[in-house]
């Protein structure tokens, strides 16, 4: 067994969580991967079980040491990176959710942000987070549990209504990250790209904004403490006795999307990329201006290393892309994803379908919560062949939207 030391990373994704470990030089020397189940309860509605995601966790963690032959000790730090926006509440007592998470995908808060624009609200919330009102972020789904956790299943555990132990600070909220966090260290913790992703988070002060909790009625009690996504002091260290069995410091965390940003080195003033999985994220950094969108994308927090300035990024969120590839699995158009290419170069057009896939409302730079997938322009001569191409158009599409409203704000 080798003595060398090794840096971890947790990516806990929408349809699962995969544990890497590096070497010094950056290469991958294990990875371990497992998918966990989507909850649909009713139409909008997706949902994923915490738990399951925590035990995934541990276990991709203990799989990627075993391949390498590695023992714990030999981690110096774990880094964790985490789907955006999908959000949770636990017992800070017990450590167990009172709910199920309500994913980034879902739509059951719409009508709450219609009232919100009804209200003439959305310039002040724009102007506050960067975010265009929208069910997507976790406001309202922090709102929607603490009105709606059944009481029944919650008076196992404590008599008192959610609301006032939220209050007196007996419940944690968080995104996933936060989730992982408390989980390895037992700190409530999140960094500064997730806080921005809550709409409860102003970007300017770089604080959670008394204004927007009161809007939303969540309880700052209840709100994890914000730190850079990279912390020289830590966000605290596993347990010797947990299922590591060694102290390995956790020492940074980012929303998946600016991960994808930091990674792939977009460190200076219109550097961009854009990351293609559930959805489609295009992001461009804008130095340490918080450039405000006229075109229908996001100003969002890109990242901060520790001891240094925050950096902005403008943000085009595409709700569905690869989504659209695992719909077509689902309806058994195809039988997996590398099929698509071949499938799509067989056929010169797609003879007039078009795919609009909207199952979770369209996104940037339309922001239409109410649209849903639509497939137009079929005849009897229209094949799979065609649907699948205008499937991978429907991407192309989409992104080419972004783009052109990424141009327009940017001035490049």
């Not at 991967?33 to 989507?38: A, P």
């Not at 997706?46 to 276990?59: L, R, S």
């Not at 700052?220 to 299922?243: C, I, K, Q």
């Not at 943000?315 to 699995?329: D, K, N, R, V």
Request: proline share 3%.
């Amino acid at each position: 067994m080798s003595q060398d030391t090794y840096v971890g990373a947790i990516d806990q994704g929408t349809t699962g969580t995969r544990f890497m470990v590096f070497d010094h030089d950056g290469r991958v020397v294990a990875n371990a991967y497992r998918k966990h189940e989507q909850i649909y309860p009713e139409p909008g509605w997706v949902e994923h079980d915490p738990e399951e995601i925590w035990e995934n966790t541990e276990a991709v963690i203990l799989d990627a040491l075993d391949e390498a032959d590695l023992d714990a000790e030999q981690l110096e730090a774990i880094g964790i990176t985490n789907q955006r926006e999908t959000t949770l509440i636990w017992d800070r007592e017990t450590g167990k959710p009172i709910a199920n998470a309500i994913v980034w995908q879902d739509r059951r808060t719409t009508d709450r942000i219609e009232k919100l624009q009804d209200e003439g609200k959305e310039e002040w919330v724009r102007e506050k987070t960067g975010l265009e009102p929208d069910a997507y972020f976790s406001a309202t789904k922090a709102e929607w549990l603490l009105d709606n956790t059944d009481q029944i299943k919650l008076a196992r555990m404590r008599p008192d209504d959610v609301r006032d132990r939220a209050e007196d600070g007996e419940l944690m909220m968080g995104t996933i990250d936060s989730w992982v966090i408390y989980n390895l260290t037992g700190n409530h913790i999140t960094d500064v790209t997730n806080a921005s992703r809550t709409m409860l988070f102003n970007i300017h002060d770089m604080d959670w904004d008394d204004e927007l909790l009161d809007e939303f009625n969540v309880p700052e009690a209840l709100l994890p403490e914000v730190r850079p996504s990279s912390d020289e002091d830590t966000y605290g260290s596993t347990d010797a006795d947990g299922f590591l069995g060694a102290e390995i410091p956790v020492a940074g965390a980012l929303g998946d999307q600016q991960a994808a940003l930091f990674g792939q080195t977009c460190f200076d003033a219109g550097d961009a990329k854009n990351t293609y999985g559930t959805g489609s994220f295009m992001l461009m950094n804008t130095g340490d201006e918080a450039v405000m969108s006229e075109n229908g994308l996001l100003t969002t927090v890109g990242f901060q290393r520790s001891g240094e300035p925050v950096q902005y990024a403008l943000e085009g969120s595409i709700f569905i892309t690869g989504a659209a590839i695992e719909w077509l699995e689902d309806m058994t158009l195809i039988e997996d994803a590398a099929e698509t290419e071949e499938l799509a170069r067989s056929v010169d057009s797609t003879d007039g379908v078009y795919f609009v896939p909207a199952f979770a409302g369209l996104g940037a730079p339309h922001w239409d919560q109410r649209a849903r997938g639509t497939i137009v322009g079929m005849t009897r001569g229209t094949r799979r062949e065609h649907v699948v191409r205008a499937t991978l158009e429907s991407i192309a599409f989409q992104t080419r939207d972004v783009a052109e409203a990424m141009q327009e704000d940017s001035d490049i």
